[in-house]
């Protein structure tokens, strides 16, 4: 019979990484816009960079006092199940796998339906493209938890699902740039490179919905939205935001869905809202 699993052996075991490397983070991205300012390359405005970085801190702050609730759901799935999978390096090597498999599909579902969209569309409403975009994440996100769960159904060990889950959070961090253009196809046919990430925040006609692996490239030409590098990505939304405010910037599309939602005149219309695709909410100004 496999151990039961606590909050606090949990919390107590899995380091915070992101917490350890926002530092780093930031002061890359510092690096970044200072060559981009010395070479005259414009790939930073400083509104939106201090609106990125208001966005990214909130959002770290945020996760130090709601990865309770976050630790607890997945924990509670894992200990539900009767089965569990030994932890050794090749088992951490196929969660890390099997966890990219799905966020890759949460991130789907983020650009496809509404609810999700509105927990993901901060990352997408700047116009440029530069290590600060990393930092662009919903204060509303957590609640593609949903998404991961099965992970912990199927008995990997929560400690190593979450260090798994911050690896592959800061592997975003070094593809959202201009700077790196191209990299040897074999890293480009298996990992998630700059060169696919800046499709993926484009918004041509031929770059929307596509590429949106997290670490591993693959599944986009498996299930068919792959898209190489073309032409220079345009970033931005289609409905793009004329001001810099974080908050704003991080709750514009929830104010669409609500809004559509008081005037559907249904619970059932109302609801079917949230899972309608981002393109069929009316905006309202």
């Not at 510092?30 to 939106?48: P, V």
């Not at 592959?168 to 191209?182: C, D, K, M």
């Not at 345009?234 to 004329?242: D, N, R, S």
């Not at 695709?277 to 309202?284: F, V």
Request: glycine share 4%.
């Amino acid at each position: 019979m496999k151990e039961k699993i606590t909050l606090d052996k949990v919390m107590s075991s899995a380091p915070d990484l992101i917490l350890y490397a926002a530092p780093v983070l930031i002061a890359l991205a510092l690096l970044e816009f200072y060559f981009s300012w010395k070479q005259k390359k414009e790939l930073y405005e400083k509104k939106d960079f201090f609106a990125s970085l208001s966005i990214g801190l909130v959002s770290v702050i945020q996760n130090l006092f709601i990865k309770t609730l976050l630790f607890g759901s997945v924990i509670w799935v894992y200990n539900i199940v009767p089965w569990s999978i030994p932890v050794n390096w090749a088992t951490s090597i196929l969660c890390f796998i099997v966890l990219d498999f799905f966020r890759y599909w949460a991130h789907r579902f983020g650009h496809e339906t509404s609810i999700f969209w509105a927990t993901h569309v901060t990352h997408h409403n700047s116009e440029k493209y530069n290590l600060s975009t990393s930092f662009r994440l919903s204060w509303t996100q957590q609640i593609k938890v949903v998404f991961f769960l099965p992970i912990s159904f199927l008995g990997f060990h929560p400690v190593i699902f979450f260090i798994c889950h911050q690896i592959a959070v800061l592997y975003q961090f070094w593809i959202h740039t201009e700077y790196i253009r191209t990299l040897p196809k074999w890293i480009s046919y298996i990992f998630v490179t700059p060169s696919h990430h800046r499709v993926h925040h484009g918004k041509n006609e031929h770059y929307l919905d596509k590429n949106y692996g997290s670490t591993f490239i693959f599944w986009d030409r498996i299930f068919g939205t792959f898209q190489p590098e073309d032409e220079q990505a345009v970033y931005g939304i289609l409905e793009q935001p004329k001001h810099y405010n974080p908050v704003k910037l991080v709750f514009h599309v929830w104010v669409d869905i609500f809004k559509n939602m008081k005037r559907a005149g249904s619970i059932k219309k109302a609801t079917l809202i949230l899972f309608q695709s981002p393109s069929s909410l009316k905006k309202y100004e």
